[in-house]
Nanobody, 125 residues
Framework: QVQLVESGGGLVRAGGSLGLSCAAS????????MGWFRQAPGKEREFVAA????????KYADSVKGRFTISRDNAKNTVYLQMNTLKPEDTAVYSC??????????????????WGQGTQVIVSS
């Protein structure tokens, strides 16, 4: 079992920045592929960013490329999502997830088998 807890969400004005963290506990010895997803009200969950086991590979949704950066600190079992130049359309609940059977960053939702509860991000215009 892997437990994931997100933190760092909040309210920010458009153009501002926020940093999210995802702390993993439990069976974290393998440094799993980690991803961030988001879900806005009335919309389906969508991929945001992912990072490979050792941080060597990353993948981003086109909508966040150049604005968001995913990183990880395996010694702290923590994954981060730095979000810059935020837009109102970035408003959503952001969740981190672990894909325990994969080696490289993946954007496929069904490859992730552990999920956090999510943290709310609201971007005002």
């Amino acid at each position: 079992q892997v437990q994931l807890v997100e933190s760092g969400g909040g309210l920010v004005r458009a153009g501002g920045s926020l940093g999210l963290s995802c702390a993993a506990s439990g069976r974290t010895g393998n440094n799993y592929v980690m991803g961030w997803f988001r879900q806005a009200p009335g919309k389906e969950r969508e991929f945001v960013a992912a990072i490979g086991r050792n941080g060597g590979t990353t993948k981003y949704a086109d909508s966040v490329k150049g604005r968001f950066t995913i990183s990880r600190d395996n010694a702290k079992n923590t994954v981060y999502l730095q979000m810059n130049t935020l837009k109102p359309e970035d408003t959503a609940v952001y969740s981190c997830a672990a894909a325990t059977a994969w080696l490289f960053a993946t954007d496929q939702l069904n490859t992730y088998d552990y999920w956090g509860q999510g943290t709310q991000v609201i971007v005002s215009s």
